[in-house]
């Protein structure tokens, strides 16, 4: 874009903003967003950077809570793809936020589009871009075109972006649904056909999602005609068993005299209607009249079963956790005491080698958990330099620091209300830090860097390290009282080479990796024996990288150990002899012992739980008659 053309639009925006603040209130809707975006986020007008994309980790965090939605929108966002698409259209759906939550695009045009923030992940709140289709819909809650120069942003004045509010069942603004163009003509009324058509299809998935959010409930459809029933505009109350109105479409709100009862509206009971209707499924279409003496015509739908709350996983096939475990017996009886804690509200603090599985296992209590289907956000306190771990952690306002981004960042901490915030590496964070994260904890608010007023999180904790953060206390490097305040339950993860279920961990990541590469191979029987007996320094990340390795040079044929890294070329067998008296000696002390597991444990000078898994790795199951 040229400089000219910048500074010119930039020029336009203070004018005009700054004489509607001399001015009456304007009634301008688009006059009223400059103001706002000028004013109240001190956005910059001739900025012509791109727009933000969240990474697909910091996306899902967002997408979790809308799965449900996302797959009954899906259908009509493909559909107006479809239509629009031929004539340069791509079509954005955003949460309440203004995150692209779900998109369709162009395939010509993808760098083009992902430059211009057309994409998956871009953030399109006014907040951060200013006036435009998706920011401004969601601030005053209408529908609205975007045309060109009637953007705030000199990057965006190419362009044209049409945004239709999609409501919940309590009237709240829940999605964006908007149909944008790299460019288009310099008329704004050759978007009267685009504006029909994202209307039409909000609509239609707003009412799709009305009646799946209300299908526990009596759903009376409503409508002035009785050919009208099945169209989209349609007008549609939820009712609980009493006849209470507990939801209603856009268009119910709109037509009908506000009301909480289904009597006062037309005089009739539940029981009365049910008596017209005769039917569990939707009726055919009967007569209604209101106490307005206005006509309606009707259909009723039972509810599908009895409102209740969502159901808590109990049964191990069911648990996400019990799945990570796998069939490693030391690692199924940390995981058995994990599940019955996990609704209990206790922070977890797990330890474990680097890549042993520390974050799938934190994941895994996160879908577990009470907090299912809210934000999960990750932050490894070791991979991100000491100077930035705050800002990253509790984010950051506009101008906060030289270097920070002009619109301000929300931190982990803000990203993860609600659900669960994954500290991993935790023993990295620096000291003054580790006391702020401790008021977090107790007063459950923070503060982010250049504010003055302290925001109200609720967070659950999940933390992680490789280090022995117990003797990181007694050295002073990590606070006493944070340790505790985190370490409501430990977990220790073994590494793989401890793992019993070693050959079936090995299996499952080729698996993933075949599904990842798209080349199929299978592990001769000489590979597995190097394979089982590598020490696996890296855990799951190696062997991830050495089963890649090996799939792709092996072509999609027999994975022999020519196709290993360069370390597995011999056997080793001085680890194979290590291992072989490591079990005799074991065996032996075990046996001078009487198989008494603690007697054995207690001359080892390891505790009882060590032993145990000791023996699981080297598949020492002691005489039955003499366990203890």
């Known amino acids: 874009m040229l400089i000219g053309a910048i500074s010119s639009h930039a020029e336009a925006i203070h004018r005009i903003v700054s004489k509607a603040a001399k ?97 998956l992940g871009a953030l399109w709140s006014e907040s951060e871009e200013g006036t435009n289709g998706v920011g401004t819909c969601i601030a005053d809650g209408q529908s609205i075109v ?27 603004v829940l999605a964006v649904l908007d149909a944008s163009a790299l460019a288009a003509p310099d008329d704004k009324k050759s978007q009267t056909l685009v504006y029909s058509m994202v209307t039409d299809t909000a609509k239609l998935i707003e009412n799709a999602n009305f009646v799946d959010a209300t299908r526990n409930r009596w759903l009376l459809r409503l409508a002035q005609r009785p050919e009208c029933l099945e169209m989209p505009g349609i007008s549609m109350l939820a009712l609980d068993e009493a006849g209470k109105i507990t939801a209603a479409t856009r268009d119910a709100r709109e037509m009908l005299p506000s009301t909480t009862d289904l009597s006062t509206l037309f005089g009739i009971s539940v029981d009365e209607l049910l008596n017209v209707a005769g039917a569990k499924s939707f009726s055919a279409p009967a007569e209604l009249r209101a106490v307005d003496g206005r006509a309606w015509y009707f259909q009723l ?97 506009q101008g906060a620091f030289t270097g920070a981004r002009t619109k301000g960042m929300p931190g982990k901490v803000i990203l993860a209300d609600g659900g669960t915030l994954f500290l991993d590496e935790v023993g990295d964070m620096p000291l003054d830090l580790q006391s702020r994260l401790l008021r977090v904890l107790s007063e459950k608010e923070v503060t982010p860097l250049g504010c003055e007023t302290p925001l109200r999180v609720d967070v659950r904790f999940i933390c992680a390290s490789h280090r022995d953060l117990m003797e990181m206390v007694r050295s002073g490097q990590f606070r006493e009282d944070l340790y505790y305040r985190l370490s409501g339950v430990v977990i220790r993860l073994p590494p793989i080479r401890e793992r019993v279920d070693l050959l079936e961990l090995i299996r499952d990541v080729l698996q993933e ?57 011999v056997l080793p067998v001085s680890e194979r002899t290590r291992r072989k008296d490591k079990r005799l000696q074991l065996e032996s002390l075990l046996e001078e012992h009487g198989w008494r597991i603690q007697s054995a444990a207690n001359a080892l000078g390891v505790a009882r739980s060590t032993l145990y898994r000791q023996m699981d790795r080297f598949h020492i199951v002691p005489p039955n008659h003499l366990e203890s």
């Not at 950077?49 to 979790?64: C, E, G, K």
């Not at 004045?157 to 009237?171: E, K, L, M, N, W």
């Not at 680097?354 to 799938?360: C, P, Q, V, Y």
């Not at 190696?542 to 792709?552: C, D, Q």
């Open 301 to 397: 739908r039972g509810p599908d079963s009895p409102a209740r709350p969502p159901p808590i996983r109990s049964a191990p096939e069911e648990s996400q956790l019990f799945k990570l475990a796998g069939k490693d017996p030391a690692l199924r009886r940390a995981v058995e005491r994990a599940h019955k804690l996990v609704n209990a509200g206790l922070p977890f603090m797990l330890h474990g080698e680097t890549g042993s599985g520390k974050e799938r296992l934190a994941r895994a209590l996160h879908e577990d958990g009470p907090r299912a289907g809210k934000p999960f956000i990750a932050l490894n306190c070791a991979a991100i330099p000491e100077s930035l771990i705050e800002s990253e952690l509790f984010g950051y306002r």
């Open 146 to 172: 975007v045309h060109k120069a009637e953007h705030f942003r000199a990057a965006n004045i190419d362009r044209t972006c049409t945004a239709v509010p999609i409501f919940g069942p309590a009237g709240e």
């Open 513 to 569: 990796e075949t599904r990842e590469t798209g080349i199929l191979g299978q592990l001769h029987e000489d590979t597995l024996d190097r394979l089982k007996l590598h020490s696996w320094p890296g855990n799951f990340r190696e062997l991830h990288n050495v089963l890649r390795h090996a799939l792709i040079l092996s072509e999609g044929g027999i994975i022999r150990p020519d196709h290993l890294p360069e370390e597995f070329a």
């Open 23 to 119: 001015s009456a209130p304007t009634k301008s809707r688009l006059i009223n967003s400059w103001c706002r975006s000028l004013t109240s986020y001190e956005l910059d007008p001739g900025r012509a950077d791109a727009p933000r994309i969240l990474s697909s980790h910091d996306l899902r965090s967002f997408q979790a809570p809308m799965e449900r939605f996302l797959r009954i929108a899906r259908l009509g966002i493909e559909r107006l793809h479809e239509r629009i698409r031929d004539a340069g259209y791509v079509v954005l759906l955003t949460d309440r936020n203004g995150v692209t939550v779900d998109f369709l695009g162009i395939d010509a045009l993808k760098q083009e589009l992902r430059q211009a923030g057309l994409y």
